[in-house]
Structure formats: C-alpha cells, structure tokens
C-alpha cells in the first residue's frame, strides 16, 4: 500500500476510534441511567403489586437491556477498528 494512503487510512481509522470511544462513554452514562431507572421501577413494582408498576417495570428493563446491546456493539466496534489500526500500523513499520 502507498505511504501516503497508508497514512490517510491511519488517520481515518484514529479519527473513527475517537468518535467510537465518545459513543460509548455516552452510552454507558445512559446505561448507568436506565439501570437505577430499573432497579427502582422494580422496587416499585415489588412494593406496589399493581399491574401499571409490573408494567413500568418491564419497559425500564427493556431500555436498559437495548442499551447494554448496543454498549456492547460498541465495544465490538471499536475492537475491529483497533485492529485495523495495529495491521495499518504494523504495515507502515514494515516499510
């Protein structure tokens, strides 16, 4: 690969980890979130035994559990573009 694109690729892929790195502190600021929202739908749900709480409940869950999908995929994420990364990397020092 050409030295010059070999280093745009760098450049693009530092710049796309940045974007993926601040993607995910923000989605495990609202997974913190979702889960205390949660917890508290479901102590409410306990305390309470009606059905509007069991459901309130379950709607929190279900928001908590799409955000961990999704932190997940993140993560997933930027460990496929790290990886890029260092075989970029590696390439570059081969040279």
């Not at 693009?12 to 949660?38: I, N, P, Y």
């Not at 309470?48 to 993140?74: V, Y």
């Amino acid at each position: 690969m050409k030295s010059k694109l070999l280093e745009r690729r760098l450049i693009e892929t530092g710049q796309r980890l940045k974007r993926l790195r601040a993607d995910l502190q923000v989605a495990e600021e609202q997974l913190s979130h979702f889960s205390e929202e949660a917890d508290d739908a479901r102590i409410r749900s306990l305390v309470s035994e009606t059905p509007l709480a069991g459901h309130e409940h379950r709607e929190a869950s279900k928001h908590e559990e799409s955000m961990r999908r999704h932190r997940e995929l993140l993560l997933k994420e930027i460990a496929r573009v790290e990886d890029l990364q260092n075989q970029l990397l590696d390439q570059m020092a081969s040279r």
